[in-house]
């Protein structure tokens, strides 16, 4: 079942406070990864941020994990969609430890846990009491990070998984088949699946669950429905 139901939902549902966004961006001033565009949006990265809304919501969990903290963009749109919601994120930008202090203070509440440092050291020594309903994937980009962090997934019996920046790029971009072949050999070697793609999102990230129930009948390794560098790619290694 590969889709892109970003129509569910409408950024206008959520009142985005600018002030603040523009906030982190002075606090976390380089790199170009971001949930929100500041003043640069376009149809993709509306889409891009409707995916993950779609997927929020339906899985409503109470606990997150999250790869990749940034500016925080991930726990701030998080806490909009889910206000009950905690998470935990690794990061190894030194940057990031003011960003989530802002967001902390800016909601009341220390609802985001940051863990500073390689999350291939750092995301491998978490062993936490607390269950973990879904993990946002959006790290180091090298086909080794990526696959260490959904291992780590698994071992912390994440059910639900959303995976970044699949596009074809990361195939040929120099990080040796980056999140797209980490993320295809991770569901061969498990009982993981990719079930949806966000198609009409320049980045392509991924949703991978071991879920099981109805709702999830159908359920393919491979999304069929992704741009053909992919899903060549995905044809040509199902033995892998």
């Excluded at 409503?60 to 998470?87: N, Q």
Aim: proline fraction near 4%; glycine fraction near 8%; aromatic fraction near 12%.
């Amino acid at each position: 079942m590969i889709s892109n139901r970003v129509k569910n939902y409408t950024l206008e549902e959520y009142e985005l406070d600018h002030t603040l966004l523009q906030r982190l961006k002075e606090t976390h001033s380089h790199g170009q990864g971001s949930t929100f565009c500041y003043g640069n949006a376009s149809e993709e990265w509306e889409n891009h941020t409707l995916w993950k809304i779609n997927w929020l919501k339906k899985i409503s969990p109470s606990h997150i994990v999250e790869v990749g903290t940034h500016r925080g963009h991930f726990c701030y749109l998080a806490k909009l969609v889910l206000p009950e919601v905690k998470i935990h994120t690794f990061g190894d930008q030194i940057e990031s430890v003011d960003c989530i202090e802002i967001l902390n203070e800016y909601f009341s509440e220390e609802y985001i846990t940051f863990t500073l440092g390689d999350s291939v050291q750092t995301f491998t020594e978490f062993g936490p009491n607390q269950e973990y309903q879904l993990a946002w994937i959006d790290g180091g980009h090298r086909y080794g990070i990526v696959r260490n962090d959904l291992e780590n997934c698994k071992r912390l019996k994440i059910e639900n998984l959303m995976i970044d920046d699949c596009c074809a790029e990361s195939i040929t971009g120099g990080l040796q088949g980056g999140p797209p072949v980490a993320t295809m050999d991770f569901c061969i070697a498990s009982n993981y699946a990719v079930i949806d793609v966000s198609l009409k999102d320049i980045r392509q990230p991924w949703f991978v669950t071991n879920r099981k129930g109805a709702e999830w009948v159908g359920a393919n390794k491979w999304p069929q429905e992704a741009p053909a560098p992919v899903f060549n790619l995905f044809c040509g290694n199902q033995s892998r």
